[in-house]
């Protein structure tokens, strides 16, 4: 693979969410969802160039779990126009951080969407990741839904590391703008710590 464009091309736009995936791949056991088709990642810079997109961020899917390979071999073809989130241990040291934002990551992903129990986010092995996450200057991204992101997002903003909020912050339909997590964002947006991710929500 190489890239389409000139080396550092100028940014027309940021596709914020996208897979690569292989059906192929090892999957995760508890899985919320798996591959239905290869995405390769010349499909996604075609589908760049097709809407005169510059740039894109890949999201690690958590079927993979922290299996990042598929997602690093995507970053390392095309350097100057994808960026990822990947999904790490929780003993990843900030070593092990700043190599992955030097292979093109740009941010840690907190997965924990459709779980009935959520890992201990005020625990130690959380608190260490976050404040690796900061020194590494890599951001947190959370996907969950919206009434836990009440109790989570204030804890990721506490550590120092910034906030991203995946889709949307998926948003209860009932109380909708006036839900706890939402009015969390809404804070951490207002702060200036926080930034959302306007991809569609399932």
């Known amino acids: 693979m190489t890239e389409r464009v000139p080396q550092n091309p100028t940014v027309t736009g940021v596709d914020c969410h996208?897979?690569?995936m292989?059906?192929?791949a090892p999957l995760v056991a508890g899985r919320h969802s798996e591959p239905k088709h290869d995405i390769a990642p010349e499909d996604f810079i075609a589908v760049l160039d097709a809407h005169r997109v510059s740039h894109g961020v890949l999201t690690q899917p958590s079927f993979y779990g922290t299996d990042n390979s598929l997602l690093l071999a995507a970053l390392a073809h095309y350097p100057t126009r994808l960026r990822g989130t990947a999904i790490v241990p929780t003993?990843?040291?900030v070593d092990a951080l700043v190599a992955l934002k030097a292979?093109?990551?740009?941010g840690v992903r907190l997965n924990w969407f459709r779980r009935d129990v959520l890992?201990?986010?005020r625990g130690a092995e959380y608190g260490a990741l976050l404040g690796h996450a900061r020194e590494?200057?890599?951001h947190v991204e959370i996907y969950l839904e919206g009434a836990k992101l009440a109790d989570v997002l204030p804890v990721v903003r506490k550590s120092g590391a910034v906030a991203v909020i995946d889709h949307f912050g998926s948003p209860e339909p009932g109380p909708g703008v006036n839900g706890a997590g939402f009015r969390e964002v809404l804070k951490g947006v207002a702060a200036g710590d926080t930034w959302v991710k306007l991809s569609g929500p399932y």
């Open 91 to 93: 003993d990843t040291g």
């Open 119 to 121: 890992p201990d986010i």
């Open 22 to 24: 292989l059906k192929s």
């Open 18 to 20: 996208a897979h690569v």
């Open 136 to 138: 590494a200057g890599l």
């Open 103 to 106: 292979a093109g990551v740009a």
